[in-house]
């Protein structure tokens, strides 16, 4: 039992030093080869925890070898923009004053609820609240507000995705496919079409076509479904 405990102490002490000479990042601001390196470092580090049948010396020199090639990573990153985007990917700008790049958030194996959860976590609540919103390398969204626009306090439910209707919001919200269907038809669309139609509490409709601006209109909700 004490040797096991030595050999965490040791391992434990390897790790801090390591993982402060990788730099001051905390897991979200990771970018991807940082994040797979520190978790092969956590495997590695486990082994020799808690086999004793492994020389403790073998755990020692993985994990300073995950951190001699996370040096030359970070060196080969630094040494241009194509190596930086090879090895980090780059920024893809999501959301732009004509509503959301549903090409971007397709090459970035995201949809348009991901990005509206994501929103909702920093505060957004509606899409037009947004003049620009960049999806860093490291998974992390920076927005620049719409300043013609003021922060929305209402919760917003998705009615069409990417073309599908989403049946149990649908109903929550008292609307049949006939009725959405008359409402995209006022609008000179399709559920197909669309990219995204959302309503908020207060019957405000967000509604975006694939590879067109969005726009926003009120329609009429049940007072009593009001959310």
């Not at 976590?121 to 719409?146: R, T």
């Not at 919200?173 to 139609?197: D, Q, R, Y």
Request: proline share 3%.
């Amino acid at each position: 039992m004490a040797i096991i405990f030595a050999r965490g102490v040791i391992i434990l002490l390897v790790l801090v030093i390591v993982m402060r000479l990788m730099g001051k990042r905390q897991i979200g601001e990771m970018q991807p080869y940082e994040f797979v390196i520190t978790l092969l470092i956590a495997e590695v580090a486990c082994v020799p925890m808690s086999d004793v049948s492994i020389p403790l010396l073998y755990g020692i020199v993985s994990v300073v070898s995950l951190f001699i090639l996370h040096q030359i990573m970070s060196f080969i990153e630094q040494r241009g923009e194509k190596w930086r985007n090879f090895l980090s990917g780059k920024p893809s700008i999501v959301i732009t004053p004509d509503g959301i790049n549903f090409s971007e958030l397709t090459k970035n194996n995201m949809d348009a609820g991901d990005l509206i959860e994501t929103l909702r976590a920093i505060g957004y609540f509606s899409i037009e609240e947004i003049k620009y919103a960049i999806l860093e390398s490291n998974g992390k969204i920076s927005v620049i507000n719409n300043p013609d626009k003021q922060k929305s306090s209402e919760l917003s439910v998705i009615l069409i995705e990417n073309g599908k209707i989403v049946k149990d919001n649908a109903k929550l919200c008292g609307f049949t496919k006939e009725k959405l269907s008359k409402i995209l038809s006022e609008h000179k669309t399709t559920p197909k079409k669309v990219g995204l139609m959302t309503i908020d509490g207060q019957g405000k409709v967000f509604l975006q076509n694939k590879k067109e601006k969005y726009t926003v209109f009120n329609t009429k909700i049940e007072e009593k479904l009001q959310w």
